[in-house]
């Protein structure tokens, strides 16, 4: 799949599928604007982490639909590679890459709802778990659904969601509903399987247990029904059983179509805007690095620690004791540039160490400004590793 780098992309644009393969990327022209004049307004350079909790911001003070689109629109890569991943571990060959990524992107409300940047939270991480959890359980599910009989179902399932089922997807009158769930459960005390685990693969009731659930129905509710009645409605109610476990996944995944007869931009106040945009501004940088703080902490003191032992003292008198390289070299009695040399390849290491986990669990394309960006981080980091009060080694001049 080829990634987004481009900040307006990021939050405007959605993956097509050819074949279950990645086809190319389609721009939503309302989005597009938006985007545009949103950054407009910021003469800040801000990365996608910014504007992921912006949008989140807007949508969750006003529930703007021009919010979510965008939102679905900044999930499509994590949302891609979690699929490919899920279907890929996934037993069943049944389920392609699209189907998974269909069923997870249907889910945006559920990672929008149970998203707390409070929590420290990255927003695309969060969304990731969410949809492979969704994947998940959803392609269990199907697959419990697949190999069940209509008989198998009905013993499987429980009292809420045949209920829930029958109201929900069914459309039946609370009559009705009490009718059939009288039924089911009269099926359900008087046909069990004479084998255990035969659950599944339960066929037809004979004749003579169909004469005893009409009976305990008659029994229960004082109304005489026919047997091929009571069947009609058991299987009815297993229809809907499986659409309602098994829905048509409809796609959010691509807007309306492109016309100006509504702009979606028009409906966010811009004052409200404004006061978030700029609020968020100088919330943002702390916020994504408290978020990531742990991990890469754990990833770059792993580094070091695998580093040459020589290359660890050079590193703790340059940043704990701040120490210059000319200094370090008189101490070691080793030459200056070999000095200076050590401490570029440390550097480069440890900024190679994250940068591969950057792609691995960021899906971030590595360009030159992104490697500036993490050299900065890497260097913030290595000033807190090693230097215990703020502001220590801050004048190591060469």
């Known amino acids: 799949m080829h990634p987004r780098t481009n900040i307006i ?6 993956l097509q599928f050819d074949a279950d393969r990645f086809r190319g990327w389609a721009t939503d022209g309302k989005l597009r604007r938006s985007m545009q004049n949103r950054l407009q307004q910021t003469p800040q350079e801000v990365s996608e982490t910014f504007w992921a909790l912006y949008w989140y911001g807007v949508w969750q003070s006003q529930s703007a639909n021009l919010a979510k689109q965008h939102l679905v629109a900044y999930f499509q890569e994590p949302c891609y590679w979690t699929s490919r991943k899920t279907a890929l571990g996934f037993p069943s060959n049944q389920y392609k890459l699209s189907d998974c990524f269909q ?4 889910q945006v409300d559920k990672v929008l709802n149970g998203f707390n940047p409070d929590k420290g939270f990255v927003l695309k991480n969060y969304a990731s778990a969410i949809f492979a959890s969704v994947i998940r359980d959803t392609l269990r599910q199907r697959h419990e659904i697949d190999i069940c009989s209509d008989w198998g179902l009905l013993r499987k399932i429980g009292q809420k969601r045949l ?6 997807v ?8 009490s009718s059939y769930i ?3 459960n009269c099926f359900k005390s008087l046909y069990v399987p ?4 035969a659950t599944r693969q339960l066929p037809r009731p004979d004749n003579q247990t169909w004469s005893a659930i009409a009976q305990a129905y008659h029994t229960q509710t004082h109304s005489f029904i026919d047997t091929q009645t009571l069947e009609t409605w058991l299987l009815r109610s297993a229809k809907i059983v499986r659409k309602y476990l098994y829905p048509d996944v409809a796609s959010i ?3 309306g179509s492109d016309t100006d007869s509504q702009e979606w931009v028009d409906n966010i106040p811009a004052a409200g805007g404004e006061s ?4 968020m501004i100088s919330q943002e940088e702390q916020q994504a690095r408290n978020a990531q703080q742990s991990e890469i902490n754990t990833i770059l003191t792993t580094a070091v620690t695998e580093l040459d032992p020589q290359v660890q003292e050079i590193l703790n008198l340059y940043y704990t004791q701040g120490l210059k390289q000319q200094q370090i070299a008189e101490q070691l009695q080793i030459k200056q540039y070999t000095i200076s040399r050590r401490l570029t390849k440390a550097r480069e290491t440890l900024l190679r160490t994250l940068a591969k986990w950057s792609q691995q669990k960021l899906h971030i394309v590595v360009n030159s400004n992104i490697l500036k960006s993490m050299s900065a981080v890497m260097e913030e980091w290595l000033q807190n590793y090693y230097s215990p009060s703020p502001g220590y080694g801050e004048n190591k001049q060469e």
């Open 103 to 106: 069923i997870a992107i249907a």
């Open 182 to 184: 009288t039924a089911w």
């Open 170 to 177: 069914g459309g039946l009158s609370p009559d009705t509903v």
């Open 194 to 197: 004479k084998q255990a685990n």
């Open 253 to 255: 995944n691509v807007s």
């Open 276 to 279: 978030l945009l700029g609020e």
């Open 9 to 14: 992309e990021i939050f405007s644009t959605f």
């Open 163 to 168: 209920v829930e089922s029958l109201k929900t």
